[in-house]
């Protein structure tokens, strides 16, 4: 089969036969629901989903006003009431089926797990509101969970769960479980993600491999407490066990505690996690101890074989800030701190939109080449907020220039300084009330 060329005019066709695909099968599945959108309207089932798609962080009626559409923020209101937020998900997925993302790193795709908060208007009737010490009132948010490949910079699937029940764990095993891999896999974790149930998981899939930041003092892992504090490349083996036996004991197995009798009520204090898999179960992976350039180790758990060396195991891990830095272009290069509805379904649609978005960005940002000059002390890049904008444009536009979307993008650079550190600042961040949203 011949391959495509990736051009904007290419990803826009694919983003839209996605969207046609969404739609064809939502009303397949729910032919009752065929009414909502057969009356003559100005918001079509088709422009509700792409102005959603499209849509940035002003008010409804300026966001409205800006795509030439002209209804009021009421309508529109209740014509995306009659949406289901699983119509964007298919939209993510199948605009991501019909995608060939090419960067691999020795044949393997390198995708990153973690999860992001987002903030939501307060609903305390929702299952997403919360309470805590330090907020007494409450607040709304919720849980974002993608995998994320770093090395083309795509979102490749995606869990959201209310804040008060979120499992970025189960989340993993979710995946592994759920989605068929048929390409060698790498996926990248922080600490949190580490258990003997995630490993053994990442076991059961051999076209999978896991490379993930455990703890190395006191917590950790039994037989990675024991090695020594220094670089190390080393194999450990154990085997688990959900067991107390006599026999277990001697043979020093590993035990997990579970809570096995589904009608025993466990105290609040009972330790007790997950372990998916009959036992005994042998279990063996690579770890490897690496020291930083601040004289701290950093200690990595990996089924990689052993043609990937410790020194590329430190690049992959590292690789792993990408998700990172795009949540941050997701918030707000995107705009995903400005949301436009109070329900948990509306925030949903908003979210899948956005990640959607943010892969048909940097899909025509991966095309760009930018022509580095000698004279220059720093090597550029593209400006990602400014080619967000001009991607949106180009997507919302009918006839829009593919050509010239690449020259204009081509326009907004900035310039990469590598090694540049400094101290992470966390914050607290609330969300942005829907009267204070900005005119530009």
């Given amino acids: 089969m011949k391959q ?6 290419v990803l826009k066709h694919q983003i839209k036969d996605a969207i046609a695909k969404a739609i064809e099968t939502y009303r397949k599945d729910y032919p009752n629901e065929k009414s909502y959108f057969s009356r003559k309207r100005v918001l ?26 002209d209804v009021t923020a009421s309508a529109f209101v209740q014509q995306r009431n009659k949406l289901s937020w699983t119509i964007f998900e298919d939209v993510f997925e199948n605009f991501n089926a019909q995608c060939n993302d090419v960067k691999k790193y020795k044949g393997y795709r390198v995708f990153a797990i973690d999860g992001t908060c987002v903030n939501m208007a307060r609903n305390p009737k929702s299952d997403s509101f919360m309470q805590n010490a330090s907020n007494p009132n409450g607040y709304n948010q919720l849980h974002v969970n993608p995998l994320y ?17 979120m499992d970025e764990v189960g989340c993993l095993a979710f995946f592994l479980s759920w989605y068929d891999f048929k390409e060698k896999t790498l ?3 922080d600490r949190g993600y580490e258990s003997y149930n995630t490993f053994a998981h990442f076991l059961e899939h051999p076209n999978v491999d896991f490379l993930i930041r455990v ?3 006191r917590g950790a892992m ?5 090695l020594p504090m220094t670089e190390l490349d080393v194999d450990v083996s154990m085997t688990i066990t959900t067991t107390q036996t006599k ?8 035990l997990v505690q ?12 009972t330790r007790a996690g997950r372990f998916d898999f009959p036992t005994p179960y042998p279990m063996k992976f690579r770890v490897v101890r690496i020291l930083l350039d601040t004289g701290e180790y950093e200690t990595l758990a990996t089924s990689l074989p052993r043609n990937f060396t410790p020194a590329e195991i430190k690049e992959l891990y590292h690789a792993r800030w990408g998700i990172e830095t795009s949540f941050r272009e997701l918030k707000y290069g995107i705009g995903l701190v400005n949301l436009h509805g109070k329900k948990d379904d509306f925030l949903k649609q908003e979210i899948y939109s956005a990640i959607t978005m943010m892969n048909f960005c940097n899909r025509i940002v991966n095309e760009i080449v930018i022509q580095q000059k000698q004279e220059n002390i720093h090597e550029y890049k593209v400006n990602m907020k400014m080619a967000m904008y001009l991607c949106r444009q180009f997507f919302r536009t009918k006839n829009a220039d593919g050509k010239k979307l690449i020259k204009d993008i081509s326009k907004y650079v900035e310039p990469v300084r590598p090694g540049r550190r400094d101290t992470r600042n966390i914050k607290a961040k609330s969300f942005v009330g829907f009267v204070y949203r900005v005119s530009a």
């Fill in 247 to 254: 026999a277990d004991k001697e043979n020093g197995y590993i």
């Fill in 258 to 269: 579970t809570r096995k009798n589904e009608n025993k009520v466990y105290s609040d204090k």
């Fill in 44 to 69: 079509t089932f088709e422009k509700m989903v792409n102005l959603l798609l499209s849509m940035q962080g002003g008010s409804l009626n300026k966001e409205l006003y800006d795509a030439g559409i």
């Fill in 4 to 9: 495509v060329k990736t051009t904007p005019d």
């Fill in 222 to 226: 039994r037989e990675i407490e024991k």
């Fill in 149 to 165: 490949d770093v090395l083309n910079k795509t979102y490749q699937h995606c869990i959201i769960q209310p804040q008060p029940q």
């Fill in 215 to 217: 703890k190395q003092d």
């Fill in 187 to 189: 996926i990248v974790a």
